[in-house]
Each structure stands twice: as C-alpha cells, then as structure tokens.
C-alpha cells in the first residue's frame, strides 16, 4: 500500500523530530518500562525518543522502524553520536513489519497512526508481534482538542486547509480519539485511555510551529493545494501571513492536543 507521510522529510522538520524526547512526548508510558524488555518504537523518525527507551531498558533490545531511509540515516548517525549498542533501526512499513510473532513486550507508536490510510491493518500487525501479555502504547493527534489562541477566522481557514490535505493523503487530525474503539476492535484488553497536550507558548516555540505550518502549506503541498483548487496562490499566502501575524502576538500559544493509549494483547 502507497503512504505518503504528510509531515515531509525536509532538513527542518527532522531536525525538530530530533529534539523529542521520550521523557515528554512519551511520560504516559514511561513507569511501564523496566530493564530487559525488548521493544519496537513503529515510526521512530531520526531515534531521538528509540535511543532514549533504549537507555531505559537495557540491556533490553529496541528496534527502531520507519517508512523513511532519510529518518533512518539519522537515527544511525545519533546512535553513534550517543554510544547507544542495544538498539537497532531498519526502513519498513508498519503494515508489514519484519518481525516474527510474538517477539515484543512492548510496541510503541507515536504520532505515526493519524497518518495512515489503515490504521487498523498497522494496530493487527502490532498484535502479530507482541507477546501475549504485551502492551502496545499509542499517542496520535485529535485537533477537536487543539488551542491556537488567540482565535481567529484567519487561523481557522488555516486549519480547514491542513485538514483537506491530511484527508487527501489518507490522514485524520482527529484520529486521536478513535483509539480505544480500534483496539478493542483489534482484540486489545485493559486499554487506559489518557490525554496530554504539547505546548507552544515562548517566542522560539511559537516561531517553529508556525514555521513548520508555513512549511507544510507553502512549500509542501503548495502545488496539491493549488491544483486542488482549495486556495488560489493569493489566498495561501493570506494564510501563511496569518500564522506570521499568530507568531507575532505576545499573547498567542498553541496547545496541541495528543490523544494516549496503552492496552495489552
């Protein structure tokens, strides 16, 4: 199955992919990890967050896997960078991943499900691969949840147009909140549902928000938009000038809202 991921693999978005750590972005799952467990972190980007669960189970195994051959470059040159042995990063496809059954005590996919055209074909093979027993450990994005503030009409547009292109790439940015009906579906038990946001509030946050935003309109997917008919080029730059003008505000922030999971097989 074609998936194309809508974040994009520019210099910019990587590198701030390498600045999460699973000590936040992953703080709901964190207390169930302990040494000697053997994990798989599906659509682990450039490692930043594979290497951190690696220093927290070892000796335990973690293997880290993603779509994209650039993310997996980086994550080998930061797992040389940190001196890290007991992990491991291979290209692949969460729809058939290269594992034998039964081999992890713990799968854990972050912001990764939203972006698929099958979520539910992913959350199957989660369960191939897991022991019985084992947990799977979801966080995605639910924009119903999001705070752009201060709100406006202007930033409302921006995020009608971010919608259309998620859904035209087989995405949902409400996908967040599907969590426990999917798993149960998948044949999942015990499922702990929690929520969480990531804040944008200082200058230097706001700044790589809106520039990524920019980023994803302008660059991106200008030309879907464009061919799309969704915007005329006058109208997506009246939209990339009014995160500009978001960014400016001393009282603006954006909160993100991120739906969580754990569940066990």
Request: glycine letters at 6%; charged letters at 20%.
């Amino acid at each position: 199955m074609t998936e194309q991921y809508s974040g994009g693999y520019s210099a910019q978005i990587i590198d701030q992919f390498k600045q999460r750590t699973f000590s936040n972005q992953g703080a709901f799952l964190q207390s169930y990890l302990s040494a000697g467990l053997s994990v798989l972190d599906c659509g682990c980007g450039p490692g930043s967050m594979t290497l951190d669960i690696a220093e927290l189970v070892n000796p335990g195994q973690v293997f880290g896997i993603d779509s994209s051959p650039i993310q997996i470059e980086q994550a080998l040159i930061t797992q040389k960078e940190r001196a890290i042995i007991n992990a491991s990063f291979v290209s692949g496809s969460a729809y058939s991943l290269p594992y034998v059954d039964e081999q992890f005590d713990v799968v854990f996919a972050h912001a990764v499900l939203y972006h698929l055209k099958k979520p539910e074909q992913a959350l199957a093979e989660f369960f191939r691969v897991l022991k019985p027993g084992g947990l799977v450990a979801l966080r995605d994005a639910c924009h119903s949840g999001d705070m752009m503030m201060p709100e406006s009409t202007d930033l409302m547009a921006v995020w009608g147009t971010i919608e259309k292109v998620f859904k035209h790439q087989g995405g949902n940015i409400y996908f967040g909140s599907q969590h426990k009906k999917l798993l149960l579906e998948q044949g999942f038990q015990h499922i702990k549902v929690t929520c969480s946001y990531d804040t944008f509030a200082s200058d230097i946050e706001k700044d790589s928000i809106r520039s990524y935003w920019q980023q994803f309109l302008n660059l991106d997917h200008r030309q879907l938009i464009l061919d799309q008919q969704w915007l005329t080029a006058i109208e997506l730059e009246q939209q990339c000038k009014a995160l500009d003008e978001w960014c400016a505000n001393p009282a603006s922030f954006f909160a993100r809202a991120r739906c969580e999971a754990i569940a066990s097989k």
